[in-house]
């Protein structure tokens, strides 16, 4: 329940900047993942939030206050981390009541809310078994219910539910979405999972060497890429890069550096270097018109079928939607491709 501005944040181990520069806003009960590749700063962000890491430089606001002083039992922080180590030599109600204990509540009420947070991640049988009594997934969501019993102004979730098999996951998902639109507490979320972060979020940060490349909606960061990187980290892309040499109809002639192509593409200027990220669904097989190639490959995976097109200067990947009637793409086959001159996603100079 706390809006948290991370400002100019750097940290710095030895003389490697592993969070370099970074300035965010999570708005007040907001979900806000962050995406990018192993050790690319994720944790230690959350860490420097939490308290467990003090950044070389930058601010961190709470509600616009700042917490650089507030140590880390004053923040009111609920947190899963990567290691979600429970306190093996006390029971899961124990370990769930532990944080209430702290804070000095009646016991009356900590019963009361140890059973509740239990019993919104499923586990109130198990309330008498030690961790190691206790799955994997198990114990994620004891550690998911001892961060959510202290009712936390901001909650710190790495990588809470990745050792739920996939059916449990996306019930947790479900649940986790509606405890936060119950208790409207601001979260950061850090998954490697990237439909589990486009389900969940309200705001999506890519980051990339300690940096942050993009920060949106689903939709943007989805639809609109900003960089080469966002593009290729999140979901499959073509990327069509050089020299325009001509612009004209809505087709554009790029010359790349394996031959010119034209594409559907709209705002280019004769002689500018550009990057041009067309995402595999928007590609469609037309009978005549279009970019001429020859499948090469097919992937059939029940609803759509991934096939690489050769079209001569470059390798294009379409994605294209099944249908029992209809004929199935193969391997030799000769196509026309084609898309919506609006689905081409422009970045200037390449980045
Ligand atoms: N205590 C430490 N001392 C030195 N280097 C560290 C320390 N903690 C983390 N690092 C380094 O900082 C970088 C960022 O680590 P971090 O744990 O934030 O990555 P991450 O994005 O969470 O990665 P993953 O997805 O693998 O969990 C890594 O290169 C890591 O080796
Ligand atoms: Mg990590």
Redesign the pocket.
Known sequence: MSEVILKNLTKK??T?T?VDNINLKAENGKLVSIL??????????LRMIAGFEKPDSGEIFFDGRTVGTLPINKRNIGMVF?SYALFPHMTVEQNVSYGLEQRKVAPEQIKIWVNEALSLVHMEEYAKRKPKQLSGGQQQRVALARALVINPDVLLLD?CLSALDKKLRVEMQVELRKILENTGVTTFF?T?DQEEAMTLSDIIVV?NNGKIEQCGTPFDIYERPATRFTAGFLGKANFFEGKVISSENNLVTINTKTGNITIPALNAKIDENILYIVRPEKIRFVSEGGIKGKIEHVTYSGNISLCSVNCGSQTIICEIQNTISGERAKKGDNVFIDWDCSESVKILGGD
């Not at 990018?36 to 962000?45: E, L």
Request: include cysteine.
């Open positions: 181990y030895g490697n592993v990018g590749p192993s050790g690319c700063g994720k944790t230690t962000t990567q990588e850090v490697h980051m």
